[in-house]
């Protein structure tokens, strides 16, 4: 099991260009998550999809889309970047949405001059 | 413990010590809360998690404390080695108003700790 990988690795963007985040996981796992993380702060929660079909707004969902386009896949979307949005991304997956555990992914890290 | 802000609180401990992580928590009603280390360029790693019905845990080397009335949370590693060096997390999953629960986890800032040879 590769558990939950993600593209790209890394990233460098303009302000006001697009992209997108994939995230693909293969433990079955019912739920994803979409976390962005700064510099010496924790993990804050973008986007989430309790189940295959629905997706709902975390902490701080301004600037972005998402699309959980099956129950292995879950996409961020950055319509137009702006330099607030340089951070590393962590996507995250569970087996249902309340009190399991959460595993994440290796990261992508965005720069967005 | 952990702190709002930039400035991460660290731990420094020799290798064969036994390292304390401290976390206080906000909500009173989480009813689940999970700890996480997160080395250099990686993703956070779970390590151990307990419920709220619980006020102890143990896994390998590890122990997860659970202090309800001051709403405490302590990771104990045990004969702590140059690999637990890293940023540990902790997590907590709050319940709505009506008593379920949001299935969010809201982690803290994170303690960094360091091994000495």
């Known amino acids: 099991n590769a558990g939950v990988t993600q593209t790209p690795k890394f990233q460098v963007l303009k302000t006001g260009q697009s992209m997108t985040l994939q995230c693909a996981q293969d433990?079955?796992?019912?739920?994803m998550y979409w976390y962005r993380q700064d510099p010496g702060m924790g993990l804050r929660l973008i986007y989430y999809?309790?189940?295959?079909?629905?997706?709902d707004k975390g902490e701080v969902p301004n600037g972005y889309n998402v699309s959980r386009l099956n129950k292995r896949e879950f996409s961020l979307r950055l319509e137009s970047a702006a330099p607030s949005q340089t951070s590393v991304y962590f996507c995250?997956?569970?087996?249902?949405?309340?009190?399991?555990?959460?595993?994440f992914g290796p990261g992508t890290r965005l720069l967005v001059l | 413990g952990e702190s709002v802000g930039l400035h991460l609180p660290t731990l420094s401990v020799q290798e064969g010590d036994n390292s304390i992580i401290n976390c206080a928590y906000s909500n009173s009603a989480s009813d689940y809360f999970i700890w996480y280390k997160q080395e250099s360029g990686k993703g956070p790693q779970f390590i151990i998690d307990?419920?709220?019905?619980?006020d102890k845990r143990q896994g390998q080397r590890v122990t997860v404390l659970l202090n309800k009335t001051v709403k405490h949370l302590s990771l104990q590693i045990a004969a702590t080695q140059p690999g637990d060096s890293a940023v540990y997390f902790c997590?907590?999953?709050?319940?709505?108003?009506?008593?379920?629960?949001?299935?969010?986890?809201?982690f803290g800032q994170g303690t960094i700790l360091t091994v000495h040879p």
């Open positions: 995250a997956s569970s087996a249902r949405q309340i009190q399991v555990a959460q595993y």
């Open positions: 307990i419920r709220s019905n619980m």
């Open positions: 999809s309790a189940s295959e079909g629905t997706t």
């Open positions: 997590a907590e999953n709050s319940k709505k108003a009506g008593g379920t629960s949001y299935g969010k986890l809201t």
């Open positions: 433990m079955n796992h019912n739920s």
